[in-house]
């Protein structure tokens, strides 16, 4: 049986009215006020209703209660049990929530009930809906500039422990012996017959403990043996298509893919190549591995910004994250450019120009942004020469698409067309004087010393050329301020580290701390704009709203009768009129 609250019907007396003016105003200048406002009416209860029968069945939880209890959790980052302590008795939470009663039925709702909203939440993706919509709300209500945004990934860390690779294996066997066990009794009785050592070996948690504790001079012969035994079990039961449906056992089939040579005899890779998207920890098999970051996930999170120079007095213009992806952390950034310019697209907030760092900057995705009519403001990639200190393409004097003249100012004999491109000739004896000769791209020949190029290397050239003018660097430098919202997002949600697993619960998590940050950020641009004053708090009720419309009509019908004496009656102007709720739910 379904229960859903109509937020938007009024009380016939002001349910809040207890708390004072003062209180009040605290209460919708926070991030409370601005909740109750613009995200508690907008909760898609209506797709969480779906997974719940219209008759049968006890009453659910009040749905706009539970899935705002599922979003305020993560903003705040706290556990169940936090959770339902601050639903109880949190102030805060009840007035974001819309919830003046005192009953157990309004403020109460125990862990199990929290833990299957979550569930379903997740399972129908309504973090992706909510973040849409909510963001889509914000940017509307304070009238934020979408033009310019700037796009950047952060390092997430799920609830896992980072384990080397004789752990990874050894807890691989742990998991088989356990799940067979439960699974195939008699396939574990007939193994433990067969190979007792082995089931003794990594059966019990206990003695799955020992591997911890190996000296670092006998790790590399541990974990050869335990290679062996892992490729024992493999071998063993591959022919049983009902233990090869096991998690576990394809967990071991990976694992010996990935770390194992098994085509002669069983070797361990070296760590080069093993790849990145292998198995991190059993217990998390969607992670990957960034050697510039480390275990876990990544999230692209695309925010908008503006470079316009503020004067004295002038308040910093708001600034909302409009796109946010999870990811693998082996994932390569470069990937996640076009994705995030549809997705923000797909929510009306597309914008006109993207900055980003070095691995967005390829040359593919500058020419599809500029195909989406965006412009892509972002570093290219050193080529290999330049990396080495020798001279690349953009030292050359380049005109329209071709060679015009070297870095010492020697102008081609002649260009001619080559199997992948054009080929620049360079008269040999003007190059056997260059100081420079050790440097240059161009490869030397008896009569010629050409230089091989393409249409993809003239365009990166011009790019390398524009990096180094002022104007590009006064456009890139507002890049950086990307890193403050990480920082926030840390410290404001605890983003980077989380207490789940997974890729989906990751995502979920994640999605949800980046729209809370915005709900603070937006709650703090409302204080600032205000002068960094409370809005004046006033009681919400149909007789003080009826009270002010009738009031209104008085006004209005008497001011053009008397246009002179009714310019100030009770307190009020005549134009504009404005009851105090517009206060209340003004942005």
Known sequence: MIRIRDNKQ?????????????????LDASWAGLFKTHCLPMLPVD???????????????ELYTALGCVILQQIHDLTDLETVQA????????????LPGESDTDKYLCERSLRNTRRRAMDNKLDETLFSQITRALVKAFDVDVQKQRLDSVHIQSNMRRLGRLRILSQCIHAFLKNLKRQRPELFTALEKDLPELVERYFAQKALSCFSMIKPSDSQRKLGETAQDLVALVERFGGDTEVGSLKSYAALCRVMGEQLDASGPVKVKPPKEVPSDSLQNPSDPEAGYSGHKGQGYQAQVMETYSDKELEEGEIKPLRLATHVAVESAHVHDSHALVPAIESAREKGLGPESVSADTPYGCDENVRKAADLGVTLIAPASPGLGEK?????????TIREKRVAACPRGYAPVDTKNGKNGLRARFD???????PAREQCPAKPGKRWHTLSYDAKAIRLAKRRIFEKTEEFRDQYRWRAGVEAMFSELDRRTGAKHLRVRG?????????????????????????????GKTAPGGPDSYFWRLFWVVKERIVSRRAKIFPGRMKNWIGIRISPIEPPWSTHFAT
């Open 428 to 434: 040999a004896t003007l190059c056997a004087g260059c």
């Open 503 to 531: 890729l989906g619960a990751v995502r979920f998590c994640v999605v949800l701390k980046v729209l809370g940050m915005n709900i603070f950020r937006a709650a703090r641009y409302r204080k600032a704009r205000n002068g």
């Open 87 to 98: 639903l109880a008795f949190d102030v805060q939470w009840h007035y974001a929530l819309d």
């Open 10 to 26: 009024l009380s016939l007396f002001d349910p809040w009215g207890y708390l004072g003016p003062k209180r009040r105003a605290l």
């Open 47 to 61: 797709i969480l209703a779906a997974c719940y029968h219209k008759t049968h069945g006890c009453p659910t939880k």
């Open 388 to 396: 080495k200190g020798r001279l690349g393409l953009a030292d050359f």
